[in-house]
């Protein structure tokens, strides 16, 4: 299963962006999706997830600015970010777990795309 990532760039603090991840190959389900995040020098941590039937989990530093979302219908999930800040510079990352088919999971990370706050 591949994902692709995209809606990265350059934004100003206070700006919003609005990133987006696709899969796609041989999918039988996808469990939950979500979003993480590598700054520089630093571990990468979790951002947000949403499970199959909709449920969320947002890390303490972005909850009430980013909004996570999916269209199972497109094996698609969307973070959109919004009150931007400089330390919400990272790469961001696109995780989705499932199944390939009855008895054979799949865990695939996309490529990631860079989010950059100016001050």
Do not use: H
Request: proline share 2%; with cysteine.
């Amino acid at each position: 299963v591949q994902l692709q990532a995209s809606g990265g760039g350059l934004v100003q603090a206070g700006g919003s962006l609005r990133l987006s991840c696709a899969a796609s190959g041989s999918i039988f389900s996808i469990n939950a999706m979500g979003w993480y995040r590598q700054a520089p020098g630093k571990q990468r941590e979790l951002v947000a997830t949403i499970t199959s039937g909709g449920r969320t989990n947002y890390a303490d530093s972005v909850k009430g600015r980013f909004t996570i979302s999916r269209d199972n219908a497109k094996n698609t999930v969307y973070l959109q970010m919004n009150s931007l800040r400089p330390e919400d510079t990272a790469v961001y990352y696109c995780n989705a777990d499932g199944n390939v088919s009855w008895y054979r999971r799949f865990d695939s990370w996309g490529q990631g795309t860079l989010v950059t706050v100016s001050s």
